[in-house]
């Protein structure tokens, strides 16, 4: 889309190139030719017209080419910023500024917006045994079964190492503790292409009134530790309070 506005934007500056060109050639001319009327006019008309047509599209085609190597620079300094390049999928500051977006919309009455950590379980045992390359594997696969059940118009992104962050806006806690308990089970039960199971937990957090971005992560990331706590490969929210005996032996 932004592509074929530059070249629409870029084809715009070629014609206005070419009329300039010869509008500014043409005028004088004229007024020369009223002055000496001894010239023979159709000549210079003539060619008031096609050198400009001749030097004006090579004008543009090198305006366009430079506005097209710009977009492509723009492009890729924005993946650099803003993209994991193992998974694909957007990085910490981007997860920041998009997550930001979204809990505007929800604070508008879209919803109630929540964000959830997921860490992978397990995985120093997974690249200790199995090689870090079979770790980045895993990261990609658990990116690709995350990345296919984020809530719809939510995001997912890598915070780093083998922590990833989800942020969505649901109608409420039921409807966002299901969609999360799923993403949980998926991982599970997902094959991964090592010979270990994989699993994650999650802690998740509803955003109250006016509440920062960054305490909401602070919430899910005490929710992620209890989950860690009652057996690991779960879902709890951070409103679910301290894990009990009962529960870490469930």
């Known amino acids: 889309m932004q ?9 715009q500056a070629g014609a206005l190139i070419t009329a300039a060109s010869i509008f500014f050639s043409f005028v004088p001319v004229y007024i020369w030719l009223q002055i000496d009327p001894v010239i023979d006019r159709p000549s210079i008309y003539l060619s008031c017209i096609i050198l400009p047509l001749i030097i004006a599209p090579a004008c543009s085609w090198f ?5 097209l190597k710009a977009q492509r620079l723009a492009a890729e300094n924005y993946r650099l910023a803003n993209i994991d390049d193992l998974t694909n999928l957007p990085n910490r500051r981007a997860f920041f500024a998009e997550a930001s977006v979204l809990q505007m919309e929800a604070d508008g009455g879209a919803g109630v917006f929540f964000c959830a950590i997921a860490d992978v379980d397990n995985f120093k045992r997974i ?40 942020a969505g806006i649901f109608v409420d806690m039921g ?36 509440e920062s971005l960054s305490t909401l992560l602070s919430r899910a990331d005490e929710a992620l530790y209890r989950a860690k706590q009652a057996g690991k490969n779960r879902a709890l929210a951070y409103e679910d309070g301290p894990v009990t005996w ?3 032996a469930s």
């Open 3 to 11: 592509l074929a506005q530059d070249i629409r934007r870029a084809l």
């Open 63 to 67: 305006v366009l080419k430079a506005q």
């Open 127 to 166: 690249n200790d045994s199995l090689g870090h390359e079979a770790g980045d594997d895993v990261l990609i696969s658990v990116a690709g079964v995350l990345r296919a059940l984020h809530p719809p118009g939510g995001l997912v992104a890598r915070l780093g190492g083998e922590e990833f962050a989800v």
């Open 175 to 210: 409807q966002a503790r299901a969609a999360f308990e799923a993403m949980v089970r998926a991982v599970a039960s997902a094959g991964h292409g090592v010979s270990r199971p994989v699993t994650v937990s999650l802690g998740f957090a509803g955003a109250g009134a006016r």
């Open 246 to 248: 009962a529960a870490r």
